[in-house]
């Protein structure tokens, strides 16, 4: 008897896709620390690698920001070595001198700062910026082995930005970014991660907003927060739309390496684990 034949029609389910976010924010240009911070990066992105994870390196800002002037070729420099998939940028990068800060990341910077929510038309230097691909203004999108993952971003209240016109766009960003956010879903990636600047209480209270739905992961800076494990109410929140959302944050001054695992699969997004490691 000849076996039975499988209908072309028949489809298998879809594997589902592990995860690993490994991250740090807030360094400040504490760089002696984060050469600590960078080989524990590197650990857990090559152990989660291992382990078949599509693993995504992350950053929310202040990065290389609070040292005299004269040290920031270095410390751009020093900031490429993490290879970061996605940093934003963050409040001490608008309170530094522009011409300096501008002029360090034509002459050095080679990975790009997201700023999807930065007020439009830009000034010169952050026009020269963008042209130079070192300021992206729209969503990222990040392919693995996997599949890809979407990243935007928000950054400091525009009141809260007196040196010169950063420009942050504050009262229609939530706006922005949920529709952004909605783009990135129609696209198909695996995770939306919103890139935020604006602290944990600000984090915590957006995922209780329509406008969160769309988004999966919230990595957060700027209060330098150290929020470990998964806690409901704490780092995992319920959307009005009744799915999960992770809040992450890993202090200041690349004293921690966050890793947090999570797996897609068609029956939604599960958090596995999230720890922050002493660097």
Not at 202 to 231: C, E, P, Y
Request: aromatic share 8%; proline share 5%; charged share 20%.
């Amino acid at each position: 008897m000849s076996p039975p034949r499988i209908s072309a029609s028949v489809s298998l389910p879809a594997s589902p896709t592990r995860v690993r976010l490994v991250y740090n924010t807030d360094i400040h240009g504490n760089y002696p620390l984060a050469a600590r911070n960078k080989t524990g990066m590197d650990y857990f992105t090559q152990e989660g690698e291992r382990k078949g994870y599509d693993v995504l390196r992350l950053n929310a800002g202040d990065t290389h920001t609070g040292m005299s002037p004269q040290f920031w070729p270095l410390n751009i420099r020093l900031n490429e070595l993490f290879r970061f998939d996605s940093m934003c940028l963050g409040n001490h990068e608008a309170l530094l001198p522009l011409q300096e800060f501008a002029g360090r990341l034509l002459e050095w910077g080679k990975t790009a700062y997201l700023g999807t929510t930065l007020k439009k038309p830009l000034d010169a230097l952050y026009k020269q910026l963008l042209k130079a691909g070192l300021i992206k203004t729209t969503p990222l999108i990040v392919s693995k082995a996997n599949g890809q993952y979407g990243f935007i971003s928000i950054h400091a209240p525009a009141e809260s930005i007196q040196t010169h016109s950063f420009g942050i766009q504050d009262r229609f960003a939530v706006k922005k970014i949920a529709a952004q956010a909605q783009k990135l879903k129609a696209q198909g990636v695996k995770l939306v991660i919103l890139m935020s600047h604006r602290g944990y209480r600000w984090d915590a209270a957006f995922t209780q907003s329509v406008q969160a739905n769309d988004i999966d992961v919230i990595m957060g800076g700027h209060s330098h927060t150290r929020k470990d494990t998964l806690r409901q109410g704490k780092t995992v929140f319920t959307k009005p739309n009744g799915k999960p959302l992770l809040v992450l944050n890993a202090g200041a001054f690349a004293d921690k390496v966050g890793v947090a695992d999570i797996v897609v699969g068609e029956n939604g997004i599960h958090f596995k684990a999230n720890k922050l490691h002493a660097a």
